[in-house]
């Protein structure tokens, strides 16, 4: 088993890096696995959800409900196959796995 200290270490050496890249002004995307991308660009702070997730939240009849009478939710909903630059506007980011 792995120690939580280890964990620990690993959490905190992760987050020191996202902090210097953000301080550099790096634009990053911090995935998070089966669940979607948290995308910081600049001053603008965006969660990118995958399709597969929501539905498992809501039922896939139920997501399709409200994205018809909430259109704009398609906004937050990313495909897990679709290059994490594209999402920017640069097209340049700092990707955490």
Known sequence: SVSWRKVEGCIQGTMSLL???????????LTLKDVG???????????????????????????????????????????PVVPVASLTFCGRVVLFP
């Not at 902090?19 to 995307?29: D, F, I, P, Q, T």
């Not at 910081?40 to 939240?57: A, C, N, P």
């Open 37 to 79: 991308l948290l995308l910081i660009e600049g001053t603008k702070v965006q969660m990118k959800f995958y399709r597969e997730f929501l539905e498992k939240l809501a039922g896939k009849e139920n997501l399709e409900k409200v994205i018809f009478k909430v259109p704009r939710l398609l906004d937050v909903i990313v495909s």
């Open 19 to 29: 902090c210097h890249c953000l301080g550099k002004g790096e634009n990053v995307a």
